[in-house]
């Protein structure tokens, strides 16, 4: 795609089918479990509907195009496409790297399902995952960080693992492709939640691989064929609607999450916010390097639970939700989920309200 479009551009270029003279602008879904053969036993394009479908080629050209990649596989949720990424590249002897302070459901299935195999996990914080990845085989990092939003050095990252002859598998959901192109810094493959930021109306539930090496690709695809964890055609015709208006969402998203977090770094109520964009943030220098936008998530420590529940009880606009990068800004109190964070730390997700109205109804919350 020409480089020099902007993101709402590209949104709509990567989402659209390609000018055909009677043809629809938007094609519909094809729902097909089977498909016509030919006479010619060589394999057709499509034959069954856990093998390939036309309207997941198109999503997956899309989220190709917006991650820089020269492939996708599109996957039945985020974490469909994490654990199959981590069966394809690790096998019994092998030492992976996830996370410490990352998603707790890759952390649970690291521990829970490939350390019985065989497979050497290590836990890294963000600043420690240069050092772990010293002798590892694979890393997973996840840049910024879900929850506390700290940022990975992604180059210095990606230097380490070439010098070790590691995988580096980047997990973008935070960011999606609008704030940071993780293959450009290095990585080897991309991974990432669609049902957050890029889908965006909370009523989605799928994910992704990306990724520009054909041999790690070609794996990823042939797991999704056999373990058959395939995204719904109906779904993915959605997700591909949504993706037309999503350099819209992200940006408005992102325009919030800074004035937001502006307002509660001055906040009484407000014990410590981290936000990359903020000149402050530890993770600022790195992120500014990195990043073509800080994301729509905003990290708040309140005095504690009580502080977080009635934050949202006396709001107008902010919804109690666990996902994130919906149109509506909701409010997640992360230790109910077993994340080790006060009991008072929030992640914020910005929606797209108004970022007036959106600051004036926090700030009256707060009390």
């Not at 996902?323 to 929606?351: C, E, K, N, Y």
Request: proline share 6%.
């Amino acid at each position: 795609m020409d480089g020099h479009y902007g993101d709402s551009t590209r949104s709509v270029k990567a989402s659209g089918a390609p000018a055909v003279a009677g043809e629809p602008v938007t094609p519909p879904p094809v729902p097909a479990a089977a498909y016509h053969l030919s006479v010619d036993e060589a394999a057709p394009i499509d034959f069954y509907g856990r093998a390939s479908n036309p309207t997941w080629r198109r999503l997956e050209s899309a989220l190709a195009e917006l991650e820089g990649a020269t492939s996708a596989c599109a996957f039945g949720s985020g974490m469909a496409a994490i654990t199959s990424t981590l069966r394809v590249l690790l096998r019994p002897g092998m030492k992976l790297v996830v996370p410490a302070d990352g998603y707790y459901q890759t952390r649970r299935y690291a521990t829970e399902s490939l350390a019985p195999l065989g497979i050497t996990i290590v836990e890294a914080v963000a600043d420690g995952m240069c050092a772990a990845a010293a002798d590892a085989d694979v890393v997973l990092a996840e840049s910024p960080v879900n929850p506390t939003l700290d940022v990975v050095d992604l180059h210095r990252l990606a230097s380490v693992c070439r010098g070790r002859g590691s995988v580096l598998v980047v997990d973008n959901t935070a960011a999606t492709p609008f704030g940071q192109r993780p293959l450009s810094l290095g990585a080897d493959l991309v991974v990432a939640s669609a049902t957050k930021g890029l889908s965006g109306h909370s009523d989605l539930v799928l994910g992704y691989v990306a990724g520009s090496r054909p041999d790690l690709m070609a794996g990823v695809e042939r797991e999704r064929l056999l373990a058959g964890a395939i995204l719904g055609p109906f779904e993915a015709w959605l997700a591909l609607r949504s993706l037309g208006t999503a350099g819209l969402r992200v940006d408005r998203q992102c325009q919030n999450a800074m004035a937001v977090a502006l307002m509660l770094r001055g906040h009484p109520a407000a014990r410590g916010v981290r936000y990359p964009g903020l000149p402050q943030d530890p993770a600022h220098e790195v992120a500014t390097i990195q990043m073509k936008r800080y994301g729509g998530l905003v990290a708040v420590e309140l005095a504690d639970a009580a502080a977080v529940h009635a934050l949202v009880e006396r709001s107008d606009l902010l919804v109690a939700a666990t996902s994130f990068g919906g149109i509506h800004t909701s409010v997640d109190r992360r230790a109910r989920w077993g994340d080790p964070v006060s009991p008072g730390f929030a992640r914020l997700s910005m929606g797209i309200e108004d970022t007036d109205d959106l600051l004036a109804d926090i700030e009256e919350a707060l009390g």
